[in-house]
Every structure is written in structure tokens, then in C-alpha cells.
């Protein structure tokens, strides 16, 4: 089974620069999370999809952070304009209904801004 | 509002000594406890959960205890090696079973051999 996919990898913007990360969960998981890890901090959960409806975006910057799932697979996380402190690694994850307590996470996206 | 703390790191250790992590919550209701594990170069992956009071989680010689009366869920493992060098996180899932995990800041442990 494949995991969850993410991209890039890592990139490097100037500030006020606008950056866009993919992330494709599980085949068949219906909830996909979103998570911002600032370097020496725990994971920060920045919005939630169940299917292409948002289950919980309370921590989301809603002035320059926006995501979506439109089909109810994968999802697109899109900071504009970025700020020094968006500096992070940005973590999907997904799970099934079944088991929503059990989480399987990709490899991040790591963004540093300039 | 819920939370977790966890011992500040690094933990440094010898191949084979004991290993503890603690970590304390804060939640209301009766939330799920679990420990992830970040190897070097990889993604979160759960190491173990516990769901209610008393449960015992364990996986790859790990365990964690779910305890209630000291609000804790402190990670143990009887004999290190040199590949459990990871960053381990402690989190608590939030009220009403969304799945919203709350994470501690981490603590990273190296076992030199």
C-alpha cells in the first residue's frame, strides 16, 4: 500500500513570495489533515478534510494560508503572501473513517523563507 | 485548552540502558494518548496508543501506560539500541473523536553504541 505522497520536498521562497505544497493521502482514507512543525516544536494542526469538507481549520491564518480538496483525494496547502515566520515543515496526513485516531503521515515539505 | 509536555531533550544513553520519556497532558473528557516516532530523513509514524485509563500500549519493545490519576503516558523501553535514535512526540487526540492530534514539542534520543 502506498503511503502519502507529498511535494516538493523542500523549497526556499523570499518573503512575500507565494508557495503552494501537494499532498495525495492513502487511497481510500477520507480524512486528510494538514500540519505546520516549526523547527523544535511538536506538529500544529492547521486545517482538517473530511472528503472535500472542512472538518476543522480553527489554527488555519485564514488572511494568507488557503487549502483545498476538491475532489476529495488530494489536497493543495497555499501560503500568500509568506511571512520569515512560515519557516516550517509542513506535514499531511491522512486516515480512514474506521480509525480516525490512527493517523499515517507523509514525509513533509520543508519551506524555508528568505 | 489541552495540551502535552514532554521532558526536554536530547537524551543520550548507552546501547542497551533503559529508556524513559516522560510526558504529562492536560485535556478534558477522556482523550487518546499515543507516542509517534520521526526516524532521521522520514515521516511521522505511530509507535503506540493507549485509549482509556489503564490501557497499555506497546510496539518494537516500547510501551506506555495510560494513567489517569497523574494525567501521564511516559514512554519506556528496556533496552535501547542505536536505531531507536529518533525524535519522539507524545499526543493526545482532542475532544469529541475528530481526530485532531495535539502534539508535545518532541524529545530527541540518541543511543551511541
Known amino acids: 500500500e502506498a503511503g502519502v505522497a507529498q511535494s516538493p520536498r523542500y523549497k526556499i521562497i523570499e518573503k512575500r513570495q507565494s508557495v503552494a505544497f501537494w499532498c495525495n493521502p492513502i487511497s481510500g482514507h477520507a480524512t486528510l489533515y494538514w500540519y505546520q512543525q516549526i523547527l523544535g516544536q511538536g506538529p500544529k494542526l492547521l486545517i482538517q478534510f473530511q472528503n472535500n469538507g472542512v472538518v476543522d481549520d480553527s489554527q488555519l491564518p485564514k488572511d494568507r494560508f488557503s487549502a483545498e480538496r476538491l475532489k476529495g483525494v488530494d489536497s493543495t496547502l497555499k501560503i500568500q503572501p509568506a511571512k520569515l515566520e512560515d519557516s516550517a515543515v509542513y506535514l499531511c496526513a491522512s486516515s480512514s473513517l474506521s480509525s480516525t485516531d490512527t493517523q499515517y503521515f507523509g514525509p513533509g515539505t520543508r519551506l524555508t523563507v528568505l | 485548552g489541552n495540551s502535552v509536555t514532554q521532558m526536554e531533550g536530547p537524551v543520550t544513553l548507552s546501547e542497551e540502558a533503559f529508556l524513559t520519556i516522560n510526558c504529562t497532558y492536560t485535556a478534558t473528557g477522556y482523550p487518546s494518548l499515543f507516542w509517534y516516532v520521526q526516524y532521521p530523513g522520514e515521516g511521522l509514524q505511530l509507535l503506540l496508543k493507549a485509549t482509556k485509563a489503564d490501557d497499555k500500549g506497546s510496539n518494537k519493545g516500547f510501551e506506555a501506560t495510560y494513567r489517569k490519576e497523574t494525567t501521564s503516558f511516559h514512554l519506556e523501553k528496556g533496552s535501547v539500541q542505536v536505531s531507536d535514535s529518533a525524535v519522539y512526540f507524545c499526543?493526545?487526540?482532542?475532544?469529541?473523536?475528530?481526530?485532531?492530534?495535539?502534539f508535545g514539542q518532541g524529545t530527541t534520543l540518541q543511543v551511541k553504541p
Open positions: 499526543a493526545l487526540s482532542g475532544s469529541g473523536n475528530t481526530g485532531k492530534l495535539i
